[in-house]
């Protein structure tokens, strides 16, 4: 290395070169965060002050509306929502509905698992699927509900068939376009393994796709569940029973506003916790550990 060399490395080291001479740097860098600086620093605590925020704002908003009918304030509905919780309404109509979403959930996805299955498994089955998805996904599912009801007649078959096309499609799209996205090199690496048929896919493909597979488990459960408490609006009309939707829909009519915001409520809280003791909890142990997703 020549003279020249020597002179432009120094340089360069020099305008990179960061000054940590100064103490006062020093010291206000190891010094560690105020208590309130640390909680700010939790998701929870955020989300939580956002929360009371809005629950600040709702309950401003209707003193100064003044009408109980139109919007009862969050202090008025929350006692409502516990009063539902001590007469264990709320609860058994819970249990209904969320009977119901199970079979109709489960039988969806196991809809779709075939589905893919079979589309992965031959150029036509592919074909195939693609060409239901983009007939079907399009269609929303409470739409059927009049010919549910032509075909199955009043009660839970009727449900359980616009749940499982609710949860069919999404699911079956994003389950496809996992297995679609995996690497040419990783399908041989499988094939030169000597797997095939069933060892194939739950060893090389299901593992490969599971981000997008646990992406379409959500987005259905989504679906599922917007479906279900409007169909179940319906069938509380027609028959007189039903879950959480038939309880929004009597309150209603009862001009009992404020519990049909615990109704509201609550569909909002099963949807939280699912979110957080099912679905995350899965992607933690899957997803994140694998490394697949950051």
């Not at 309130?36 to 600040?56: D, G, H, N, P």
């Not at 839970?156 to 096309?165: D, G, M």
């Not at 949860?167 to 994003?174: E, I, K, Q, S, T």
């Not at 404020?258 to 099963?270: E, K, N, P, S």
């Amino acid at each position: 290395m020549d003279v020249e060399e020597l002179l432009i490395e120094s340089d360069l080291i020099r305008e990179f070169q960061i000054d940590n001479h100064d103490p006062a740097t020093a010291i206000e860098a190891a010094r560690p965060l105020p208590l309130w600086r640390r909680i700010w620093e939790i998701s929870a605590v955020r989300k939580l002050f956002l929360l009371a925020v809005m629950a600040l704002i709702w309950q401003l908003y209707a003193i100064k509306l003044g009408n109980t009918l139109v919007l009862p304030s969050f202090t008025v509905t929350v006692q409502a929502f516990l009063d539902a919780l001590k007469s264990g309404e709320l609860i058994s109509r819970s249990a209904v509905t969320l009977k119901v979403l199970s079979m109709g959930y489960i039988g969806g996805v196991t809809a779709a698992a075939v589905l893919s299955v079979f589309a992965i498994g031959s150029r036509l089955g592919a074909d195939l699927l693609d060409t239901l998805t983009s007939m079907f996904n399009v269609l929303p599912a409470i739409a059927l509900l009049p010919l549910a009801l032509l075909w199955f007649g009043l009660g839970t078959p009727s449900i359980l068939f616009v749940l499982i096309y609710a949860v069919l499609w999404p699911m079956a799209l994003n389950t496809l376009a996992g297995f679609s996205s995996i690497s040419p090199t990783l399908r041989m690496v499988g094939r030169n393994y000597g797997l095939r048929g069933l060892r194939y896919v739950f060893l090389i493909l299901i593992p490969a796709a599971f981000p997008s597979i646990v992406t379409g488990l959500k987005v259905s459960w989504a679906f599922a569940w917007r479906t279900l408490i409007a169909a179940e609006l319906v069938f509380g009309v027609s028959s007189g029973s039903g879950g959480l939707g038939w309880f929004i829909y009597e309150r209603k009519n009862q001009l009992e506003t404020a519990d049909v915001f615990a109704g509201l409520f609550t569909v909002i809280l099963i949807g939280i916790l699912f979110e957080n003791i099912v679905f995350r909890p899965l992607e933690r142990k899957t997803v994140f550990r694998w490394g697949m997703r950051s």
